[in-house]
């Protein structure tokens, strides 16, 4: 069975400043990895994806992830937070073939301050 | 990305009535929609997958026949809660899909908060 982890549960950083969360995957073979953003009153939307090919991945907000197998993490990084970017985000994992459902992470809650 | 809403945004009711929450995508059609529960500070726990025209396919544990899902077409799925009491009381997320992959993107819903007392 697939799995997830996310184990800072809160982030606090500085405006400006560079961010990295983490995310460690359980799975049998290579997955499909994501990472998606929840804002109060918003549905969560989906920063970025990987599937297969280059393992540094960019999505949308300036924000990337790099895939790296030897230690089955996608980290998410940002070079320079925004006050906007305070929400929740959330890791998930999908199986790479058939019928799939998404196992998503705990959540790390990006706080950012002034 | 595609719309989906999600009616009502919060409900509160008494315990042991039920409760039926709709999910709607609005620009695409939804061959496949997914229901989530969420509790405070947790993760997003799948309940129930559902296909058009078919019945859902629940998760472990999950009671069908306390959470009712019926998915009649391409845009709408709806989430029933009967005799709902106060531990049914959390957050409810759908997310809709134009496959049964997670190579298809989810696009969700932004939530459904019940309360019941």
């Known amino acids: 069975a697939q799995s997830v982890t996310q184990p800072d549960i809160h982030i606090t950083v500085s405006e400006g400043a560079s961010l990295e969360l983490r995310c460690n995957y359980s799975?049998?073979?290579?997955?499909?990895l994501f990472w998606y953003v929840q804002s109060p009153g918003q549905g969560l939307q989906l920063l970025l994806k990987y599937f297969s090919g280059d393992t540094l991945v960019q999505g949308i907000k300036g924000f990337e992830a790099e895939f790296k197998r030897s230690q089955s993490s996608f980290n998410l990084r940002k070079p320079s937070v925004h006050w906007s970017d305070a929400a929740e985000y959330f890791c998930?994992?999908?199986?790479?073939?058939?019928?799939?459902?998404?196992?998503f992470g705990k959540g790390t809650m990006l706080l950012v301050s002034p | 990305g595609a719309v989906v809403s999600q009616h009502p945004s919060w409900v509160i009711c008494k315990s042991g009535t039920s409760v039926k929450i709709e999910c709607r995508s609005l620009d695409f059609q939804a061959t496949t929609m997914f229901w989530y529960r969420q509790f405070p500070k947790q993760s997003l726990m799948l309940m129930a997958t559902?296909?058009?025209?078919?019945?859902?396919?629940?998760e472990q544990g999950v009671e069908k026949d306390k959470f009712l899902i019926n998915h009649a077409s391409l845009t709408l799925s709806t989430l029933t809660v009967t005799s709902a009491h106060p531990e049914d009381s959390s957050f409810y997320i759908c997310?809709?899909?134009?496959?049964?992959?997670?190579?298809?993107?989810?696009?969700f819903g932004p939530g459904t908060r019940l309360t019941v007392l």
């Open positions: 997310s809709a899909s134009s496959g049964t992959s997670s190579y298809n993107e989810q696009f």
């Open positions: 998930a994992v999908g199986a790479s073939s058939g019928y799939s459902t998404l196992t």
């Open positions: 559902s296909n058009e025209g078919s019945k859902a396919t629940y």
């Open positions: 799975y049998g073979a290579t997955p499909y």
